[in-house]
């Protein structure tokens, strides 16, 4: 079991790491709003985190009688809210759906960013929100959060075009020259390399390569002062279109030997520094433009150079601001690079797309953050082709289409079920058994066939209520499960219910059965 203070990229890495069999969990509370942990919570839900917890000293419980304080009472009803909608059950009988995109990381560039951080505004710290930065962005794009690649696995040859389609490259300054050829070869493969921060000048040492391969890879040449971070925006040019981006550019000496160069910031203050007799010699201070997105196509793949950081991207996207043309100006440097997503998603600024996968069923999530701006909430995603789409977050309406789209309000979660046919209906039978009773469930398609789904199981007393021990949320990937209930020795005598709900239609069934004295 892994527990651990969340953050974007820590997701990816806790899901991506994570050996069979463990769980994941993080921490929640701390005073957060009911709207940010609401959100929190169904977010963690979303990436497969199955056990959210609460810091509760001070927090949720009031010292004293140590009775649920209010921010208890709203993290209790969170959780109640959760179960009782099954869909954690659902997620957990489905498949995560494979990243299109992989994210490196790497203990020996964090080393690096820590000792050139010393003398320039590229540190530790901006290497951890560059990277969280990025696993932000990347969502932003509307693609799968991505999956972490350690230097130990791209040695083992895990990074394989065919499946992991972009690969990124967060301040990758020190690299192993293992590395680098596996990065080579994923380009020519077909792979989409995207880098910031001057990937492979180092070796894992810390020590600075003569010559860097990546160099050749995405047509640049890095300069060979510290990193800069002169002006403030870039000026995009995609074909037909012309905007702004507001990203810092990192280095002002960034030369080019591409023609493919979709952004680049103009009138940034520059000088030149020649060594003469001994003495170092700048020159009277200028301006330059100096290229921001360069595109290189190699072999049968690409090499995006972005020449810029996304460490502020966090804090942009947290303040409301309007992120859309960063995200814009990526997703130009990606089409200009081959890339073309099986789902092509549009979303509002600060949300996540969770894909998982049960048999021909797909389920998809939507989860933004509170706090961004109002405006802006539409979103729309074009599917490969028609199917019946199902609202499970909302009053269960079922449509027939070839896109999903609707609203999404900040702090909002919304889920969806993707079915290749109209759900048929819900087959409950109920028996009694020596230990307890036993309930039959079967999820089918009109044509009678199995349908992947979930249940919620209820069971009510002879006077009416609920008994808590006996309610389960159940899994049933492959259409059709018997379930065992064990009862109390000393259970009372009487007529009981179970009533059984189908996650995805929302649909019930009661089934009653009389309980008498066991011999």
Known sequence: HIVAYLRPFLADAMRSFARPGMTLSAWNG????????????????LNGF??????YHRYMIRHGDATLSPAGLEFQSI???VKSSGLGALIKGAKWHPSPVGIHYSTASLIAAHATGTKTPVGDTVFEANLNGWAQLLRDLGVQPPRAFSTEQILAGELDATAVRIFVLPLSQALTDGEVGALVRFVDEGGILVADGRPGTMHESGVFRERNPLCDLFGVTFSDGPFERPGSTIAMNAPGEEWSCPLAPLEAGLRVATDT????????PATKQVVFGGLAIRSKPGSVSVPSFIVKRHGRGAAVYLNALVDEYGDMRLRGDDVRPVVRAVKSALTAAGFVPDWDASLPPGTEFIRYDSGANNYVGLCRIPGTSKEHGQFHIALPRERHIVDLTGDHTTSSSAVLAGRLAPGETRLFALLPAAPGPLNVKVSRQPQGLKVEVRLSNPSGTPRAGAVSIRILTPEGQEHPAYTANLSIPEGHARVPIALGLNERTGTWQVVVRDVVTGKEATREIALGKRL
């Open 261 to 268: 160069v979709l952004g680049s910031s103009p009138g940034v």
């Open 79 to 81: 959780i109640r809210e």
């Open 50 to 55: 199955s056990h959210p917890s609460y810091w």
């Open 30 to 45: 701390y005073g957060a709003s009911y709207a940010g942990l609401r959100q929190r919570v169904w977010h963690q839900v």
